[in-house]
Each structure stands twice: as structure tokens, then as C-alpha cells.
């Protein structure tokens, strides 16, 4: 049950903003976003837990939409160090299997 | 504080050899994790530890992976035999409790010709 992340690439100019989402076909219970650069482990950018809450840090937020069994990350005011690709993990039960499922990530090209 | 660490960085073998991989996770973390991620794919989950006990290996190839962790602490990751479609980047991560922030280490990356 993979998630699917749209878009597969997006390329844009620095200052512009970018989305990127996530869905799933089963109902979620978490969702956590890593960003990973070329030849370099995923890092954490942020979890959101089931309740439609919003999170972000600097000019970086999510939301997790319950209903519509998705997320997406907002990245506002593109920087050259947003470049990168972008990965969801999808936790779909807090019951005794609990892991991570990674989606296929979104590749972002922010240019100057 | 130290990150995840992993070694070797680099690997290259011939199908049906063996190779083990090594991490060392971020000190006090009690959850390990094993990744593979091929070229252009996230991360799959191989196998997942709480302390030294197994939490969930229902991705790992049993019939030829194999994985440890001894004393809570460093855990190895082997593969015997190995098979050309073996080929990734193999990522350890820990975190503090089980699905909490993940740390990942800076993998390993196997060539098998």
C-alpha cells in the first residue's frame, strides 16, 4: 500500500512556491516528510499525526486531510537549499504493525 | 551527538557472494530500522527492531537476508547469497521510540555485478 506522490518532478525558480502531495488508499494514522539530496540520507522535516492538524517550521508547513486520506507539503518562497527529493511515509494502523511506507518521491529543481 | 552510523560506504561483490553491512545507532535510541532503496525509489522497510527484539520483518527475504541486533545497540545486516537485483542503497535509521522522528545514517551502497 504505497503511497502516491504527485508531482514526480517539479522545477521551478527561486521565491516561487511548490506542493507536493501525498495519498493514500487506506485511512492514515501518521505521516512523516524527509527531503533527501543527491548521494545523502533522508532527512526529517516533519510528522503529522491523524486529526488534520497543520505543522511547519520556516517557510515549510503541511496539512494531513483525513477524509481525502492525504497530505501535502508547502514549500513557500523556494531557496536553492530546497532542492532535493521529497519523500512521504505513510503509517496506516498504530496497531502491532507498525511501519513506515515510503512513496516514490517528488524531485524538486529550485534554479536561480 | 553523533548521527547513525553506518559501514562499509561502499560495496561491490559478485552475485552469489556474501556481504554484511554494520550500524551503529544514535545513542539511547531504542528503535532500529533497515531501508533498501533502489535508484530513483523511497525507502522499503526491511526489518525493524525495538531494542534487541524483532518488531516487524515482514518485508525481509528471509531465504536470504538476515539481520541482528545484539545487546540493543549495533545491529548487522547480511545477505547470502547475493543477487544482482540486490543492487541499492542500504539505509539504517533509528529513532527514540518506535515511529517517532527517524534518523537515517548515510547508508551503504552495494554494487552486486
Known amino acids: 500500500q504505497q503511497p502516491v506522490q504527485s508531482p514526480q518532478a517539479v522545477i521551478l525558480r527561486e521565491g516561487e512556491d511548490a506542493v507536493i502531495n501525498c495519498s493514500s488508499s487506506?485511512?492514515?494514522?501518521?505521516v512523516h516528510w524527509y527531503r533527501q539530496k543527491h548521494g545523502e540520507a533522508p532527512v526529517f522535516l516533519m510528522i503529522l499525526l491523524k486529526g488534520g492538524e497543520q505543522k511547519g517550521h520556516d517557510k515549510i508547513s503541511a496539512s494531513f486531510n483525513e477524509k481525502k486520506q492525504q497530505s501535502s507539503l508547502y514549500l513557500t518562497a523556494s531557496q536553492l537549499s530546497y532542492s532535493g527529493t521529497y519523500f512521504c511515509g505513510t503509517e496506516i494502523s498504530p496497531g502491532s504493525a507498525r511501519q513506515l511506507t515510503f512513496g516514490s518521491g517528488t524531485q524538486l529543481t529550485v534554479l536561480p | 551527538e553523533a548521527g547513525v552510523a553506518q559501514s562499509p560506504r561502499y560495496k561491490i561483490i559478485e552475485k552469489r557472494q556474501s556481504v554484511a553491512f554494520w550500524c551503529n545507532p544514535i545513542?539511547?535510541?531504542?528503535?532500529l530500522y533497515w531501508y533498501q532503496q533502489i535508484l530513483g525509489q523511497g525507502p522499503k522497510l526491511l526489518i525493524q527492531f525495538q531494542n534487541n527484539g524483532v518488531v516487524d520483518d515482514s518485508q525481509l527475504p528471509k531465504d536470504r537476508f538476515s539481520a541482528e541486533r545484539l545487546k540493543g545497540v549495533d545491529s548487522t545486516l547480511k545477505i547470502q547469497p547475493a543477487k544482482l537485483e540486490d543492487s541499492a542503497v542500504y539505509l539504517c535509521?533509528?529513532?527514540?521510540?518506535?515511529?517517532?522522528?527517524?534518523?537515517f545514517g548515510p547508508g551503504t551502497r552495494l554494487l552486486v555485478l
Open positions: 535509521a533509528s529513532s527514540l521510540m518506535l515511529m517517532e522522528t527517524q534518523y
Open positions: 545513542s539511547g535510541h531504542a528503535t
Open positions: 487506506k485511512a492514515l494514522y501518521s
